[in-house]
Structure formats: structure tokens, C-alpha cells
């Protein structure tokens, strides 16, 4: 099991590209299967889900390549309407490929996405959606028994909560389906926009994306595009982190302004000097980082929850007390046992974490909870006096493209073993 290696107290400074955004890639490749032709993806960071992704494309039947960043693929040959276990469990977030399976072949199975380390990860949203586009939907011993003879048809869908996935498996039940369909309270976050940009750019219908109300007006069928897949705005979030805890001066290529909205006031009131001009950013930290009163996880175009943990690294080295509140995963605080042993002072009340800011931490060695958890880790990691030994980085991989190459690009002493 590879490890990090990490000597801390070494200053960020020079300039890095932002990856393409995790999120966005995984929904794009679902709903590639909808269109004839090929479909060419930029700017898809190699990672593990993304890798997961392209897996259960090829077992579809599809024909895909990915090559430096640029992903292909040709839908015409699907032949296979369920997704194997073993790969639904590879990857959660399979279950964002229901929609366009069942759109696609008129039936599906897979397998219930099991819970991951942030708590159950309920589909119920999912499936209320996809049931009143007329798709008749079995549970039965772990197994999801999809079926839709008659076709999809629109439906006037209004999420009790601004589900991300849910958002995009009924955009992408809808593009072909016969009718109209609207989602009232969908999700705002990028992410959904940069999916309806490809399936328009394909000869979809969808308005709205990026609001509260989508409509999507269904169509005969689709052909495949070239798309530019959007910036990692965590990934972003993840590098600021580490330039404020290293009292860096750091410059990234390839970030969008307002997909940081939430973001940016964090770090300036953590004292950082925050700049935008024209697709880049350059931060500059203080030697000495202020505490940030008060951080609530909201869905779009409130603060990330995936931005929680990598943010809250920096918290527990600036000056005074900050109150992180997380309302979007029940299990989203496992970062904070580890950030503890390295000297941290934080205490979690229920889904309310208090970080005392402390002088320095402590290098040791310390095991990643999760995917943002890790990046947490890091984060503390560069700023620890001695040496931060991080297992578990397998999570890290699942969404941060050579991420140590990265940071030592930017002068960081971090190896991985
Ligand atoms: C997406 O997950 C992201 N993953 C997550 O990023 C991100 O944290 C999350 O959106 C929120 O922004 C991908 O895009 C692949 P949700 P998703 O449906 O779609 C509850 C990362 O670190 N819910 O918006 O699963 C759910 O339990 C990952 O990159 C239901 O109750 O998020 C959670 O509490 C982690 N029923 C809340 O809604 C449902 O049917 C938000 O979930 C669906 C969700």
C-alpha cells in the first residue's frame, strides 16, 4: 500500500494548471452512451474513478481510449443494460450511469451503491425521479431491476433536496425522452451546467441549468461532441489550502471565478491576498493565517462540502476559533481524529466542528478517511514541523491527478513510497 512522505514547513511559490474536474467527468462519460457517433473528451484528469468510469463503459460495449488527458468514445456498440457489482462497488457514483442505461436500452440493472466512508449515501431521490419518468424500478436482495418498455416520458420532478446526482441521472433520463421534463430545486453547481453545455453541444433541449428550474424539452437523439471538461474547483480549493498553511505565493492556471464564489471570502478572511485575472488566480498567504469565524457547507453556490476538510486543515493552524458546521453528509468529520494527532485542537459536536487554531503541528504518521480527508492531510502535512507519514492514499487518488508531483512542482518536499 503506497504511502506519502511529507517534510513540512516548506513555503508554496511558483505556478501550477488546475486538473479537469473530477464531477464533471464521471456524469459526461454516463451520458456519452446517449449519443451516435463519438463523443471526445479534454482535459479529463487519469484518476481512479475516472478510470472506474471507462470500465464499465467498455463492459457496456462501448470502444474507449484515453490518451494524455483526452478521452474517446463510441456508444454505437452497447450490448450490455447492467453494471457488475464489483464495479458499482469500485465506484459509488456508478449510480450516476442509471439514467442513460435505462434511456439507452429501455432496462438496467446494478447493484444498490453501497454506503461510503461519508455515511449511507441514499438513492432514494434518484429513483422517486426516474419512477415518475415511467421507468418501473424492483430492489430486491441488493439488485436494482430497472425497466421502461414504453419509453421514457417527461415528468414534472421537484427534489426535496438539491441532489447533485440525482439532478444529473434526470437530466439525462430526460434528453431522450418523449415530452417535457422539468426539475424544480435541481442542483446549481457547476458541474450540472458543464454536463447540459455537452449535451446541447449533442442536440439536447435543456434550459436552465445552473438555476433552480430545469427544463428539458425531449429529443429524437443525440450525436457526439468534442468538450473541454471544466477546472477541479476542490482541487483548486485543495492548492489554496496548501499556498495559505505554507504562507505561500501561489499562481493556478485554469480556474473559473465564479466556481470559487463560496470559496475565495474563506481564504481572504484567513488574511490570503486572492487575485483573478483572465482563467488564473494567484494567492499570497500571511506569515501568520486568522481564524474564519464561521463555515457552513451548503449545496451550490454556498460552500462546498468537499472543500470542508482541505479548508478546515488551514483553520487548525490560523490564529483564534473557527466554527466549521457540515450539513450535507452525516460522516463527513473522520479527517479530524488524524488532524488531532498531529497536534490539532478541534472538538465536533454533532455536525459542528470548533478548531482552535494552534501555533504549529506535528508531523507523524497519520492514515486518509476519505478522499478530502486525505487531501486534509496533506495540507497539514506541508505545514507540520518533522516528517507526516499519510497511508491510505488510494483515497487520495480516486480524485487528485499526481498530486504529489504537483505540490513538489510548487517546492514542496513530498514523496510517495
Ligand atoms: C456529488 O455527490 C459529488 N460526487 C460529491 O463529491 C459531493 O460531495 C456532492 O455531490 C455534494 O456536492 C460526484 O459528483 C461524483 P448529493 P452526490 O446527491 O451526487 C443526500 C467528492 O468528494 N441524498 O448532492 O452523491 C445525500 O445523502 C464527492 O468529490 C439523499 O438523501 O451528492 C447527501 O447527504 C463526495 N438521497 C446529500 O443528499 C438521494 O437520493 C447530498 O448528496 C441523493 C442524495
Not at 505561500?248 to 465564479?258: A, E, R
Given at each position: 500500500m503506497s504511502k506519502l512522505?511529507?517534510?513540512?514547513?516548506?513555503?508554496?511559490?511558483?505556478?501550477?494548471?488546475?486538473?479537469?474536474?473530477?464531477?464533471?467527468?464521471?456524469?459526461?462519460?454516463a451520458a456519452s452512451i446517449l449519443a451516435k457517433g463519438e463523443s471526445v473528451f479534454l482535459g479529463c484528469p487519469h484518476l481512479s474513478d475516472v478510470e472506474a468510469s471507462i470500465k464499465i463503459l467498455r463492459y457496456l460495449g462501448c470502444k474507449v481510449s484515453h490518451k494524455d488527458g483526452t478521452i474517446c468514445v463510441k456508444a454505437d456498440g452497447i450490448s450490455r443494460y447492467d453494471i457488475p457489482t464489483e464495479l458499482m462497488r469500485e465506484m459509488r457514483s456508478s449510480i450516476v450511469f442509471l439514467g442513460a442505461v435505462i434511456s439507452r436500452g429501455g432496462k438496467a440493472r446494478l447493484s444498490f451503491p453501497g454506503g461510503c466512508e461519508l455515511?449511507?449515501?441514499p438513492i432514494d431521490l434518484h429513483l422517486k425521479a426516474l419512477r415518475q419518468m415511467g421507468v418501473s424500478i424492483e430492489e430486491r436482495y441488493g439488485v436494482l431491476e430497472c425497466s421502461c418498455e414504453k419509453g421514457i416520458k417527461g415528468a414534472r420532478i421537484a427534489l426535496s433536496f438539491p441532489s447533485v446526482g440525482a439532478t444529473e441521472n434526470a437530466m439525462i433520463a430526460a434528453v431522450l425522452a418523449k415530452g417535457t421534463t422539468t426539475i424544480t430545486n435541481a442542483a446549481r453547481e457547476p458541474e450540472i451546467c458543464d454536463l447540459a453545455e455537452y449535451l446541447n453541444r449533442c442536440g439536447a433541449k435543456i434550459y436552465g441549468a445552473g438555476e433552480g428550474t430545469i427544463v428539458i424539452d425531449g429529443v429524437e437523439s443525440l450525436?457526439?461532441?468534442?468538450?473541454?471538461?471544466?477546472?477541479d474547483r476542490i482541487v483548486a480549493t485543495t492548492l489554496m489550502s496548501a499556498a495559505a498553511v505554507t504562507s505561500?505565493?501561489?499562481?493556478?492556471?485554469?480556474?473559473?471565478?465564479?466556481h470559487l464564489g463560496a470559496v475565495t471570502p474563506v481564504f481572504e478572511e484567513a488574511g490570503?491576498?486572492?487575485?483573478?485575472?483572465?482563467?488564473n488566480m494567484r494567492i499570497t498567504a500571511p506569515e501568520k493565517l486568522n481564524s474564519v469565524k464561521h463555515i457552513r457547507t451548503m449545496p451550490y453556490p454556498g460552500f462546498p462540502t468537499d472543500c470542508q476538510a482541505p479548508v478546515m486543515a488551514m483553520t487548525a493552524v490560523a490564529q483564534g476559533t473557527s466554527v466549521i458546521v457540515e450539513n450535507i453528509f452525516e460522516n463527513r468529520f473522520r479527517h479530524v481524529g488524524e488532524l488531532v494527532r498531529m497536534g490539532a485542537n478541534i472538538k465536533v459536536e454533532g455536525k459542528v466542528a470548533v478548531v482552535e487554531g494552534v501555533p504549529k503541528l506535528f508531523g507523524t504518521s497519520v492514515v486518509a478517511p476519505d478522499l478530502r480527508g486525505a487531501a486534509a492531510l496533506v495540507a497539514a502535512g506541508l505545514c507540520a514541523r518533522g516528517k507526516t507519514e499519510i497511508s491510505g492514499i488510494n483515497f487520495l487518488e480516486r480524485g487528485y491527478e499526481s498530486f504529489e508531483t504537483v505540490l513538489s512542482g510548487l517546492g514542496a518536499d513530498i514523496k510517495k513510497i
Open positions: 512522505i511529507i517534510r513540512g514547513k516548506r513555503r508554496l511559490s511558483g505556478e501550477t494548471e488546475v486538473q479537469g474536474a473530477k464531477n464533471s467527468v464521471l456524469p459526461l462519460l455515511g449511507p449515501r450525436t457526439g461532441c468534442c468538450h473541454t471538461v471544466i477546472p505561500g505565493d501561489i499562481v493556478l492556471h485554469g480556474v473559473v471565478q465564479s490570503c491576498k486572492v487575485v483573478f485575472s483572465r482563467g
